[in-house]
Antibody, heavy 123, light 110 residues
Framework: EVQLLESGGGLVQPGGSLRLACAAS????????MNWVRQAPGKGLEWVSG????????YYADSVKGRFTISRDKTKNTLYLQMNSLRADDSAVYYC????????????????WGQGTTVIVSS | QSALTQPASVSGSPGQSITISCTGT?????????VSWYQHHPGKAPKLMIY???SRSSGVSTRFSGSKSGNTASLIISGLQAGDEADYYC??????????FGGGTKLTVL
């Protein structure tokens, strides 16, 4: 069974940093593009970042470019999101999600999602 | 980049059909066949319903279908059921190599 399990969320002060992790199982992790998507309280879904299966190509929403870094470790089957210079409007549930097509890019969307991890940015 | 435009809410009675529209631009929906739709029940993980405009995800009922015309994509749900009540989001690949979601539509089954 394909599973994604996020961790690393918590309470952080404005300007602080946090690293989210997403442990993947049930599929050949390095063959699939992966994404991070967030949902702020009372708001809709927002795509945050994506990464190719090899890790060689990364993509970011304008709202996080220059502050967030996506990466992956194929030896640990884990996806990461390093979040720096955090702001109050980064508070959200963060989901990791898998691309549906093996060897495909992020363009195809997301077929399997984790349950999410909550980030609260507040003093 | 602004979110794709969806109606905030739609409603229908059991057994009826409804359509949720998703309007973008020639740089996203109008340019690519990479439009997907997600069903989201609050507190749960979103679920892929439709990908590449009109392909149903594995296990999704045939009551769900998708289409696209120009810069607007649509999700059609026929034979509405109580369990269909949820938030629905469209998502499109864009010319800047990013993904863009719609603002979401709350479906109420009367």
């Amino acid at each position: 069974e394909v599973q994604l399990l996020e961790s690393g969320g918590g309470l952080v002060q404005p300007g602080g940093s946090l690293r989210l992790a997403c442990a993947a199982s049930g599929f050949t992790f390095s063959n699939y593009a992966m994404n991070w998507v967030r949902q702020a309280p009372g708001k809709g879904l927002e795509w945050v970042s994506g990464i190719s299966g090899s890790g060689g190509t990364t993509y970011y929403a304008d709202s996080v470019k220059g502050r967030f870094t996506i990466s992956r470790d194929k030896t640990k089957n884990t996806l990461y999101l390093q979040m720096n210079s955090l702001r109050a409007d980064d508070s959200a549930v963060y989901y990791c999600a898998k691309s549906p097509h093996e060897y495909g890019s992020v363009r195809y969307g997301m077929d399997v999602w984790g349950q999410g991890t909550t980030v609260i940015v507040s003093s | 980049q602004s979110a794709l435009t969806q109606p905030a809410s739609v409603s229908g009675s059991p057994g009826q059909s409804i359509t949720i529209s998703c309007t973008g631009t020639s740089s996203d929906i109008g340019a690519y066949k990479y439009v997907s739709w997600y069903q989201h029940h609050p507190g749960k993980a979103p679920k892929l319903m439709i990908y590449e405009v009109s392909s149903r995800s594995s296990g999704v009922s045939t009551r769900f279908s998708g289409s696209k015309s120009g810069n607007t994509a649509s999700l059609i749900i026929s034979g509405l059921q109580a369990g269909d009540e949820a938030d629905y989001y469209c998502c499109s690949f864009t010319s800047t190599n990013t993904l863009l979601f719609g603002g979401g539509t709350k479906l109420t089954v009367l």
